[in-house]
């Protein structure tokens, strides 16, 4: 009578949103004050204020069909125009209108670009730890998910078992950096690796493997690290975006998919993107969203914040013998558990009202994420539990 499939994905919600709620309840009960949430990676920062004086100066000024009426499918021209601008801009590109397609953020366009490509059997090689969300959106689609650690010392990739896991069904790669869960943002080293391991593999199938590249944290990086911008490594790239990090917008559902014209079969992949947005009912993307980014593209919310609130944490945390990967980008701390099932480190922080997401279903046993996008003072406030909880383990 019904998808058995669907009904299992909506039944066991993701362990991340079983945190959140168990922290909701906790509050109700001690306080809110006294509950340490790290499970969401909801920005925390405000979007740049010309967003909203933006939003403020379209209502005032332009007509209900313009600002809330339907755009062309695969978005607004203008607004796509002004997002190529800013990005050939930037990264010295020759992207088109054309080559953009409008969406509710990086979870849709991954969506879409996976449904464009994938058949039954395809297999589709993700790095652990990855955002688990790639497993539906690639097994609903059929296809297969290949899970290929990371190397564990830094959590580049680790190109020997890459290259073993690259098959001739090896339909595409997607990377993610910066990283979420860990951090990491692979290095202009790894990308020109991958970049050439992946021509070799295409001239040896005798067909294109397509790069996903997932970016929403790309400009989310500290200390001066440069995020290289794929494209310009490898041809076969396609670019999954999101404003929801950059412009503190995760609510406004906005963000693209990029398909260059170099790739092979450029135009039949954007069409293949047109047909899965029509196919997902995903046509359209927030029409107030998308005339605000016509004029905001290029604004950046000020992400400095974040910098301190790593630098706390990752001190506090180390000084208290916990192993952490030191972050460059996004905003998680990936921390080692102490003890092996992180699932029961997890339950154990809980009993100090600390909500810290074990990792196992982003393939990687034995760590934890921290979202450190809350309030600078919360993390303060947390540090006793925080040292309470190494307490245990020091014994
Ligand atoms: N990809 C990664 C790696 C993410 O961390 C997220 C959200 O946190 C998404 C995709 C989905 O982003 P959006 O909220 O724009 O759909």
Redesign the pocket.
Known sequence: MINEKMKNYGNNRSVIRDLFEFGNQRKAIVGADNVFDFSL?NPNVPAPKEVNETIRELLDTKNDIYLHGYTSAQGDAACREAIVKDLNKRFNTSFRKENLYMT???????KIILTALYAEGDEVIVFTP??P?YKVFVETTGAKVIETPSDPSSFQIDFEILEKNLTCSTKSVIV?SP??PSGVVYTEETITKLAALLEKKQQEYGHPIYLIT?E??RELVYDGIQVPFVTKYYRNTIV?Y????SLAL?GE???YVLVPDEIDDSKDIYAAVCGAGRALGYVCAPSLMQHVLERCTGLVSDLSEYLEKRDLLYNALTDMGFECIHPDG?FYLFMKSPIEDAKEFSEKAKEFDLLLVPADSFGTPGFVRIAYCVATDMIRRSLPAFEKLAAVYRK
């Open positions: 990676g509710c953020g990086a979870a849709a366009s991954l990855y955002f969300e993610n990283n979420n997932d929403p944290y999954c999101s404003f929801s990090k995760p559902r906005i963000g996004a």
